[in-house]
């Protein structure tokens, strides 16, 4: 029996969707520049989750290789958004999104 076989797709997909509804909440409800950026990592290790379940599932490596270019978007996006981050807080003094305000003259 191959370790696919001992649990069906639906629970790797029902473990995929619970990882990609925390990522949104977390997203929608925080206001930190930190736990939203973790919440998005979150959401993006859902999809990588469902990405080799389905691999798994068909058999196929397609999947598995998409994994690595999510991967590399997500690396990016933990360093380009961190810099962000610093920058903000070093200016603003903050990592709230709701006190942050660029656009003002």
């Not at 473990?15 to 959401?43: D, Y």
């Amino acid at each position: 029996m191959h370790w696919t076989q001992q649990l069906p797709l639906e629970a790797y997909l029902l473990l995929s969707a619970t990882l990609f509804t925390i990522g949104v909440v977390g997203v929608l409800v925080r206001r930190n520049a930190i736990i939203i950026l973790m919440s998005i990592e979150i959401m993006l290790n859902a999809v990588n989750v469902a990405l080799v379940a389905f691999s798994a599932y068909l058999g196929t490596i397609e999947g598995q290789l998409l994994v690595f270019f999510v991967m590399a978007v997500a690396a990016a996006e933990a360093a380009v958004g961190l810099a962000i981050v610093l920058a903000l807080f070093r200016t603003q003094q903050t990592v709230y999104v709701d006190e942050i305000n660029l656009m003002k003259w």
